[in-house]
């Protein structure tokens, strides 16, 4: 069965620092590029950032340049978003979404991707 799980999300003071992980039961990721994803409180669904097999990055905000850091370990099948510095405004629901393996490369615009996880919360407190 195609799942992607996110996990690791929880409750965090602002400044603090926590680790969303992506895993795949069921299939291997090292294909894909894949993508971290966030939905505050009201707000539409965001792209933040993505990798792709070859380990190349893209950005979709700004607002999580310097302290957001996307990795992947193939080995582990998992995709990894690192963060730093955190704000009540990254409170949300984090998923981690996937691109379909014959595109190699992340997508211009994140919504494209063709699989997405039920997501995980991140509630930061000031």
């Known amino acids: 069965q195609l799942q992607l799980v996110e996990s690791g999300g929880g409750s965090v003071q602002a400044g603090g620092s926590v680790t969303l992980s992506c895993t795949a039961p069921?299939?291997?990721?090292?294909?894909?590029?894949i993508g971290w994803l966030r939905q505050a409180p009201g707000e539409e669904r965001e792209g933040l950032m993505c990798?792709?097999?070859?380990?190349?990055?893209?950005n979709y905000v700004d607002s999580v340049k310097g302290r957001f850091t996307i990795s992947r370990d193939n080995a582990k099948n998992t995709v990894y978003l690192q963060m730093n510095k955190l704000k009540p405004e990254d409170a949300g629901v984090y998923y981690c979404?996937?691109?379909?393996?014959?595109?190699?490369?992340?997508?211009?615009?994140?919504?494209?991707?063709?699989?997405w996880g039920k997501g995980t919360l991140v509630t930061v407190s000031s």
């Open positions: 990798i792709d097999r070859r380990g190349d990055i893209i």
């Open positions: 979404a996937r691109r379909g393996a014959q595109d190699i490369d992340c997508p211009r615009n994140p919504s494209v991707m063709d699989f």
């Open positions: 069921g299939f291997t990721l090292d294909r894909n590029a």
